[in-house]
């Protein structure tokens, strides 16, 4: 693969060539590709932080009143039901074109994933571990913070990491309203028959992810030792 | 608020819906596009995961390739796809513009929850209840076809179903890479400026898309009562009429709560 081209050759990712993989296109368009990552980065960071937000106090109403719980659940499973190309525009009339839309749209995605796991993982923390808070003089918000929801870490980690991982790819539909991060690449690579650039943001699209994923799997360890070496 | 109003106008306007390239038109071409990519992913995922699961091998393939699944933007495959020479943006049939590249997409993506769920319902019918079958000397065919089958129907039905949930959200996403499908409806409306339009078809996509998901869960539930014999006998959640089909609980906090129970968002 030749870095330097000369003026008559066409590069690699020229419209007459057009390859797949071109290394020139990853030195000539760098600035692009780490524009569009950032961009990317940014939203699933902001979608997911506020599904975080959302997703707590609505697992909390769902645990202290039963009945509420089907109806929590049963609007995420049908805000999931949506198609992400469908959702955007129904957002569009309260939010705009803006990045919003798009951040919205998908901490609500995540909503469904992450309150399910919550509800679940409260759930899980067995009743004598309460009791014996409780005995111990815990008031409710101490019994929660300290002892429920560091429980109910691992699953609430998981459903984190499902979330990340389904918003980085959704990101990408974002392109719709142009806020779409390296979604934005794949729309115009496509609408330009430009293979290196579509090759390119898919290829880091699920980068992002793995790293992502990885990166959360760390701090899930980190956050919970006492749960090594009991299970994988 | 004027651009809800208009979009009512938009969807109460017959012309919009009839004829070539209307509504109608587009909703029955991406429903033909959905249940053809499911019934080939069906047909191509449900043996082999069901067969592994029998053998109580692959697994951790079978269990996390809805993991990897998830990873991949289907935007990005159906953007690579399209651009492929051997697939193309050429005509398929019935099935429109781009109707190979979105076919093969849909079908990839409706593979994951088909896979996981299949093998997990086989893999999770009890030791106990293998083992008498064992005992009434049923030979491995019988008691995959009068055991493990009807068993593992409940989760094999809620993976078919996460499936064509999934398989209508991309389809609709086909549309950004002049895909066919009701998606153009909202991709021509965002583009040229005509946003009831673009709403309207939204409007559209997510009607159909809740409908969907109400008549496969009721189909499911009518499966998992059909059987009332086998009710009961597994360790299973049979809550996966409420939820967006529960996979079996697969352990208490160990993290896998819901991994693989919830279908990938296109």
Same mark, same amino acid.
Request: charged letters at 20%; proline letters at 4%; hydrophobic letters at 20%.
């Given at each position: 693969m030749t870095l330097s081209t000369g003026a008559d050759e066409p590069s690699c990712y020229s419209l007459y060539v057009?390859?797949?993989?071109?290394g020139d296109y990853y030195v000539d368009r760098k600035q692009e590709l780490i524009d569009a990552t950032i961009d990317h980065l940014t939203i699933t960071a902001l979608a997911v932080l506020l599904g975080l937000a959302m997703a707590l106090p609505l697992a909390l109403l769902a645990r202290r009143f039963p009945r509420m719980e089907a109806t929590v659940l049963g609007v995420c499973t049908g805000i999931y039901t949506l198609p992400s190309l469908a959702l955007f525009p129904l957002l569009v009339p309260f939010t $705009?074109?803006?990045?919003t839309t798009v951040v919205l749209g998908l901490a609500l995605y995540s909503l469904t994933i992450l309150v399910r796991n919550m509800v679940e993982g409260l759930r899980a923390v067995p009743d004598d571990v309460i009791e014996a808070a409780t005995g111990l003089g815990y008031s409710r918000s101490k019994l929660l913070w300290r002892v429920e929801l560091p429980l109910a870490l691992p699953p609430i980690m998981a459903g984190l990491r499902i979330a990340t991982v389904s918003t980085v790819a959704l990101t990408t539909v974002g392109a719709l309203v142009?806020? $779409?991060?390296l979604g934005n690449l794949l729309f115009t690579g496509v609408d330009g028959d430009f293979r290196a650039q579509v090759m390119a943001a898919s290829l880091i699209c699920v980068a992002i992810a793995l790293v992502l994923d990885l990166l959360l799997l760390v701090v899930q360890r980190l956050a919970t030792p006492w749960s090594r070496g009991v299970r994988g | 608020m004027k651009l809800v109003i208009d979009t009512m106008a938009w969807l109460g306007d017959g012309a919009n819906w009839g !004829?070539? %390239?209307?509504l109608w038109h587009l909703m029955l071409q991406q429903l033909l596009l959905t249940f053809t990519a499911l019934g080939i992913a069906v047909v191509v995922g449900l043996p082999v995961a069901l067969w592994l699961g029998h053998l109580g091998r692959g697994g951790f393939l079978a269990i996390n390739v809805a993991g990897v699944g998830r990873a991949v933007p289907t935007f990005a495959v159906l953007a690579l796809l399209v651009m492929w020479e051997p697939v193309g943006t050429d005509h398929l049939g019935p099935y429109g513009r781009a109707g190979l590249a979105t076919l093969i997409a849909l079908a990839a993506f409706a593979l994951p929850p088909i896979i996981t769920n299949a093998y997990v319902g086989v893999d999770e019918v009890p030791r106990d209840v293998r083992d008498a079958a064992d005992g009434m000397g049923m030979s491995g065919w019988q008691k995959f076809t009068r055991v493990e089958l009807p068993l593992a129907l409940p989760l094999i039905a809620a993976g078919v179903r996460l499936a064509l949930v999934q398989v209508w959200a991309t389809a609709t996403i086909a549309a950004l890479v *002049? !895909?066919?499908?009701?998606?153009n409806v909202i991709t021509a409306g965002f583009y040229n400026g005509d946003y009831p339009k673009g709403l309207g078809g939204a409007v559209v996509v997510a009607v159909v898309a809740l409908i969907l998901e109400v008549s496969a869960a009721m189909v499911q539930r009518s499966l998992q009562n059909a059987r009332p014999d086998t @009710?009961?006998? *597994?360790? @299973?959640? +049979?809550e996966g009429g409420n939820h967006a089909?529960? +996979? *079996? %609980?697969? !352990?208490?906090?160990? !993290?896998?709560?819901?991994d693989g129970s919830i279908g990938l968002r296109g």
């Open positions: 057009n390859e797949w993989f071109c $705009g074109l803006t990045r142009s806020y $779409g991060g | !004829g070539s %390239g209307g *002049a !895909g066919p499908g009701l998606g @009710r009961g006998d *597994a360790p @299973r959640d +049979t089909g529960t +996979t *079996a %609980g697969r !352990g208490g906090v160990d !993290g896998d709560v819901t």
